[in-house]
């Protein structure tokens, strides 16, 4: 006579069942994260990504499945909302990372304007939410022009070679060594226009750096360009707010606003007299959204 055996219990020394989903559930899973990879698509305009963007957030299984695909692709999820959709950044160690490097390397020459590109997106950043209840408030919209970007960090610029000056350092450095030259120097010396005949500006110009740097901030869905005026006017996104959010605690972001930057409203640069602080040293590779190389 053969003995009944229950099949539904697992044998002794089984692993537990997985609570992963169906095969189904990991391309859906997958199909969100790609969502969130296209930072200019918004939830609102497309019906199968606000369907599953409901289903991350109703279904916890399915989240734990999306946030896992995420993670190993290097991802990090940094919300996933109406407002936002599945907003994500790169970690170090991913093959979506943008290192500071390689963005410099594409619009520059020299390893000295690899310094005025990190301190454009420190400025962009710093200019948006200048107060840390601006980062905080989900409703906060920012407001930059590549002109008000450009003389804010001439002022910084300015009050940092005021104290050099008064703490008697030396403003000139060796010739034959530009790489060691603060970025706030180079800043200074270079043009801030450099128009061309025909009224271009030159990419090498201050105003041509920090318009490269909000070109890709807006083609990268961290900001929206509103305007011409002031050399282009731009707001700012949830996913941009999300990602200085994430990089807020940056020494060189830190000691940007340090300088006291005061709330701006319409692109307009203004700087409030500073406290007696560190010395502002920003590294090469310094910026937003980038990894140091």
């Known amino acids: ?73 290097g991802l990090v999820v940094l919300e996933v909302s109406p407002r936002a959709g599945m907003a994500v ?34 400025a962009v950043a710093a200019m948006a939410f200048p107060r840390p209840e601006d980062l905080a408030d989900d409703g906060y919209i920012g407001r930059v022009t590549v002109n008000g970007v450009d003389a804010f960090v001439r002022q910084a610029c300015r ?22 030259e603060a970025a706030w120097r180079i800043w200074v010396r270079r043009s801030a226009t450099g128009a061309t005949k025909d009224a271009r500006r030159l990419a090498g110009s201050t105003t041509g750096i920090v318009g490269k740097a909000v070109a890709f901030l807006t083609d990268s869905g961290f900001l929206q360009r509103t305007g011409d005026d002031n050399g282009g006017t731009y707001r700012t996104t ?12 940056s020494a060189a972001m830190a000691e940007l606003l340090d300088l006291g930057v005061v709330p701006v409203t319409d692109g307009t640069p203004t700087l409030l007299p500073a406290e ?6 920003l590294v090469a590779d310094a910026g937003l959204p980038f990894h140091s190389a």
Do not use: I, W
């Not at 000295?112 to 420190?122: Q, T």
């Open 1 to 73: 006579m053969s003995e009944n055996v229950d099949r539904s219990e697992p044998e002794a020394g089984a692993p537990p069942a997985s609570p992963a989903g169906t095969p189904a559930d990991a391309a859906d899973a997958a199909r969100l994260v790609a969502f969130g990879l296209q930072p200019k698509l918004l939830p609102a305009r497309d019906q199968e990504y606000a369907d599953l963007l409901r289903r991350y957030r109703e279904d916890p299984a399915f989240a734990r499945l999306a946030d896992a695909v995420a993670t190993g692709l």
């Open 238 to 249: 949830a996913r941009y707010q999300l990602q200085v959010r994430d990089m807020a605690g």
């Open 89 to 122: 950044t790169a970690a170090e160690d991913s093959v979506f990372a943008v290192r500071m490097g390689d963005y410099a390397r594409r619009t520059a020459a020299d390893s000295g304007d690899r310094f005025l590109h990190g301190l454009a997106h420190l």
């Open 276 to 281: 007696d602080t560190d010395d502002l040293e």
């Open 159 to 180: 009050r940092l070679e005021e104290r050099a000056a008064e703490e008697g350092e030396n403003t000139d450095p060796a010739t034959d060594a530009p790489g060691l």
